[in-house]
């Protein structure tokens, strides 16, 4: 079975600050990972996702991820936080197929000026 | 390209009603699904389908109805509507195969008195 573990349900950083949000993944063969991004009011949009290609991936907006197999991990990090990153963020896994994933239970992040 | 759209963006229930949510992509995407979104728990799969004809349960379909009878178009029916059932509820849509980005709609809020 397929897991998805986001540590921190909130996170706070400063404008300018680092931004690291954490997943942990179960998965009993090599898995496809996502991160999606929620604002407001709206549905997801994807950040990037890992492929098997490379296990540094790069998205949108500044954000990126890598991917560590040792670790079960796909953390997602950004250099600088902007206000405009205030939003939800949510991790998942899928395997075989890759149609059915498997959704983390979100982190917040609030960016404070 | 319209993408995914849900209608309506907003309903409120008394229970026991019934009501159908509406979604359709025009993306020639095989792959469709729902997923209802609770504070704390994520995204829960709830029913999907690799293509017209064909459905499946996912997580949580208990008090939910589907069926796919053109690619374009999978409707999400509450057969009787229960207070646990106040969500916020997404469409997603992919090609078959992995490892293929979903697609969201924009979402229905469904509040159930």
């Known amino acids: 079975a397929q897991s998805v573990t986001q540590l921190g349900s909130h996170v706070s950083v400063s404008e300018g600050a680092l931004v690291l949000l954490r997943c942990n993944y179960s998965?009993?063969?090599?898995?496809?990972l996502f991160w999606y991004v929620q604002y407001p009011n709206q549905g997801l949009q994807l950040l990037l996702k890992?492929?098997?290609?490379?296990?540094l991936v790069k998205g949108i907006n500044g954000f990126e991820a890598e991917f560590k197999k040792s670790e079960t991990s796909f953390h997602l990090t950004k250099p600088s936080a902007h206000m405009s990153d205030a939003a939800e963020y949510f991790c998942a896994v899928s395997e075989g197929t890759g149609n059915q994933f498997y959704f983390g239970t979100g982190t917040s992040l609030t960016v404070i000026p | 390209n319209a993408g995914v759209t849900q209608t309506p963006k907003f309903q409120v229930l008394k229970t026991g009603q019934s009501m159908t949510l509406q979604c359709a992509q025009d993306?020639?995407?095989?792959?469709m699904s729902w997923y209802r979104q609770d504070p704390g728990m994520g995204l829960r799969l709830i029913h999907y389908?690799?293509?017209?004809?064909?459905?499946d349960q996912g997580e949580v379909p208990n008090g939910y109805n589907v069926s796919r009878s053109t690619t374009e178009d999978f409707p999400l029916r509450l057969l009787s509507a229960a207070p646990s059932q106040t969500s916020v509820y997404f469409c997603a849509s992919s090609y078959v195969g992995g490892p293929n980005e979903q697609f969201f709609g924009p979402g229905t809020r469904l509040t159930v008195l």
């Open positions: 389908s690799v293509g017209a004809g064909i459905t």
């Open positions: 998965s009993s063969v090599p898995p496809y």
């Open positions: 993306m020639n995407h095989e792959y």
């Open positions: 890992y492929t098997s290609a490379a296990t």
